[in-house]
């Protein structure tokens, strides 16, 4: 069917006009924040290009009249989905979770010891908060987890969670980060492929969500794990979230960024902590 395969290989280069592949970056960082450069038309052309021969579709302008004509109810979320870039594995920045289960909990539930919260912002496909899971399924004697723990993790991408909620990893994504015997300890074997373990997965509860909405539905947390996804957005979105996830913070609540991700220029109401050769921020 030539008319619905979208011209992927174009010689001169020119199949996507300029202008809409301009409407479609603004369309994209109005819904999601995140930013495309001048020069990714090969990625959005690659991205969507399942999703345009699915619904017969020449074109992005054509894919863009079409999500503001609101006949296909479902695209935009499609689109959203395929653009998003879900690179994650198990334990990524090892020095962060030492961090976690040898400081930040124990300070933490010295404070509070019935209830903990913690956020995975960016979860992708349930790597970081199960990851979570199993560094406070390692705390030390005596410290104890609450029997109120809960991980909320939360993605704007359907398919990350729907694999996420699955638990089961196979190949690659079942072996980056992580060593045969912490496999052996978190995970169960399922066929080939390997499925993390009910008291893990327990504490993990996932939802859908776009960090451009509102926090409100979701409550407070004690730490809040916010990596690799504030390097998509601009400048001012990205201040704009992490003021919202300060509101959402217990008093000296923690927030941990990925390891190239800072808050310098972006907020003053978090001082930077050091410790298990980890960076990450407390709320003042
Ligand atoms: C590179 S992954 C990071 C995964 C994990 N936090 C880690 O560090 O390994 C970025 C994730 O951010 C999600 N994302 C992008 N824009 C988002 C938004 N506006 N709201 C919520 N999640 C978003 C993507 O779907 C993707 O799963």
Redesign the pocket.
Known sequence: MASATWRLNDDRGNAMEERDYHRFRDFLERA???VLGEQRQYLVRSRLAPIMKEHGIDGLGLLMERMESGRSPGLKGLVI?AM??????WF?DPAQFIALREQVLPEVLAKQSTRLRVW??????G??PYTLSMAMQDLRAPLRLPAMTEIVA????PT?LRFATQAEYCGQSAQRGITEEQRRRYFEPVQDCWRVRPEIRARVRFRE????DSFAALGRFDII?????LI?FSADVKTRIVQRMADVLTPQGYLFL?ASESLSGVSDRFEMQRGNGAIFYRLK
């Open positions: 999601s924040g995140i989905d998003t870039t879900n690179e994650t594995s990524r995975s912002a960016a979860c992708s496909s790597q970081e939360t993605d704007i991408a990350m969500m776009n960090l451009l794990f916010c990596r690799n996804v998509y990925g």
